[in-house]
């Protein structure tokens, strides 16, 4: 999965590139530019070609599987999943957050549900091991003390519960199902704009310091920056 969403990523960078020497070309002459942009078309031919492969080959394993759609096909889904998990921000940050989670139920509705239920307590549940990862390298470097960084972590598991509540509506990129035992078992792709998310998080750990000293609380909420955030989340949850 993690060489699908790299393939991409590739392919959205070398689109931007080749695009740019588009308009770079410009000040070329007539036949050099209609020259760069018949190379451009075809190398953004043969990058989407083969993520093109990857999309069926990857179906084809899920049909095989017992896996359906409710609505949109399942390569269509993948393509725009894909597509998704790999943008990023102008100023480098990653778009979303994503997860992919298994719930079954006795309907599909009742699973659709209760699976992302299950993303929204995984992402809280990601954001806070980013965390406490932060206080721990915090810590090995000497920026913080033992208690600073209990303190820090008891916040952050009682800010879990608040954060997966005030995560609210997720978007669902993807959604597939099979039936098992008179069952439906659903796996679904959520995604939750990354900024939004650790802002909430933010809040929530913050709001959980409240109790600290002055001089306590302002360093643990220098540690909680939005960089130092995505940077620790990125590290721990977006190598899978």
Not at 98 to 111: K, L, M, P, R
Not at 188 to 216: C, F, G, P, W
Request: a positive charge; one cysteine or more; aromatic letters at 6%.
């Amino acid at each position: 999965m993690k060489t699908l969403k790299n393939i991409l990523g590739i392919m959205i960078l070398a689109a931007t590139v080749l695009n740019s020497n588009i308009a770079w070309s410009q000040t070329q002459t007539a036949k050099e530019q209609r020259k760069i942009e018949r190379t451009v078309r075809q190398q953004k031919k043969a990058l989407y070609q083969k993520a093109d492969k990857m999309v069926r080959r990857e179906v084809k394993k899920l049909e095989k599987d017992g896996w359906k759609s409710m609505d949109m096909p399942i390569a269509k889904q993948l393509e725009t999943t894909w597509e998704r998990e790999v943008l990023y921000e102008p100023d480098g940050y990653p778009k979303y957050i994503y997860v992919t989670t298994n719930a079954i139920g006795q309907s599909f509705s009742a699973a659709q549900m209760e699976a992302e239920n299950i993303a929204k307590i995984r992402i809280a549940g990601n954001i806070a091991a980013s965390v406490a990862s932060l206080a721990d390298v915090a810590l090995a470097n000497d920026e913080i003390s033992p208690a600073q960084a209990s303190s820090l972590t008891r916040a952050v598991e009682n800010a879990k519960v608040i954060v997966s509540a005030k995560l609210g509506r997720v978007f669902t990129s993807s959604c597939i199902y099979r039936e098992i035992n008179n069952n439906y078992e659903v796996r679904t792709t959520v995604l939750y704009d990354m900024r939004q998310a650790l802002n909430i998080a933010h809040e929530a750990i913050t709001q959980e310091l409240k109790d600290q000293s002055q001089e306590n609380r302002a360093k643990l909420e220098a540690l909680l920056g939005m960089d130092n955030l995505v940077k620790s989340y990125e590290t721990n949850n977006m190598e899978e």
